[in-house]
């Protein structure tokens, strides 16, 4: 089956340190996207960052990157120089080859303290 | 460049009504997607619109149904509203028929209430 999982429900970070959020995936698919969505308590999922299965380096967008090991199937957010703003609900989606639905995971809520 | 867009914001219901929400595709996106998320879940994944068909469909009753109109727009409609339906309804735009390097962007999502 087709999963997501995300075993931290809840991080705390200073500002300004780095924090990584896990995610795991399952699928016998060879062709597969993987992507991290931020919500905030207002509700809009805010798209951040996107890896290829067949992409050979691991995905940047400015503070966000994705440490994609596909051997172990983990495709980890690493956010860099925390800002208070970054405090929200952080969600690992994969979708699948075939279709266009992504397969979302139980969300880590992250919290930045000053 | 206008985002996904939906209304409306919030809505209450009782059991047993009707509820159409309805969604704008951002700007030279053609597909359009719909997920529920209850308190303190990921969404899941409802049904997704191309062309104005349904292309795939999650694990939702038929109660769950849904169009597409020739701009792309759509509607989310529940039938015979359940207390369980009360969640956050988000729908979220790409641009082609679904390939998994395709990035959904999401709206602010129509938060409904069933009493």
């Known amino acids: 089956a087709q999963k997501i999982t995300q075993t931290q429900p809840g991080m705390f970070v200073q500002e300004k340190e780095a924090v990584t959020l896990d995610c795991t995936y399952d699928t016998s698919d060879p062709s597969y996207g993987l992507f991290w969505y931020k919500q905030p308590s207002s509700g809009e999922m805010i798209f951040l960052i996107y890896?290829?299965?067949?992409?050979?380096q691991n995905a940047t967008e400015g503070r966000y990157s994705l440490n994609f090991q596909k051997a172990r199937k983990s495709a980890n957010l690493v956010i860099s120089a925390s800002q208070l703003g970054d405090s929200a609900m952080y969600f690992c989606?994969?979708?699948?080859?075939?279709?266009?639905?992504?397969?979302f995971g139980q969300g880590t809520e992250l919290s930045v303290k000053p | 460049d206008a985002g996904v867009t939906q209304s409306p914001t919030h809505l209450i219901k009782t059991r047993g009504q009707q509820v159409t929400l309805r969604c704008s595709p951002k700007?030279?996106?053609?597909?359009v997607s719909w997920y529920q998320q209850a308190l303190g879940q990921g969404p899941q994944f409802i049904f997704q619109y191309y062309e104005e068909e349904e292309r795939q469909r999650g694990n939702f009753p038929d109660r769950f149904s849904g169009h597409q109109f020739p701009n792309y727009s759509s509607e989310l409609n529940v039938n015979a509203l359940l207390l369980g339906d009360s969640a956050l309804y988000l729908c979220?735009?790409?641009?082609?028929?679904?390939?998994?390097?395709?990035?959904?962007?999401f709206g602010p999502g129509t938060r409904l209430t069933v009493l």
């Open positions: 890896q290829g299965s067949y992409d050979q």
């Open positions: 700007s030279g996106h053609d597909t």
């Open positions: 989606a994969m979708r699948p080859n075939q279709g266009g639905k992504l397969i």
């Open positions: 979220a735009s790409s641009k082609g028929a679904g390939q998994f390097t395709d990035t959904q962007y």
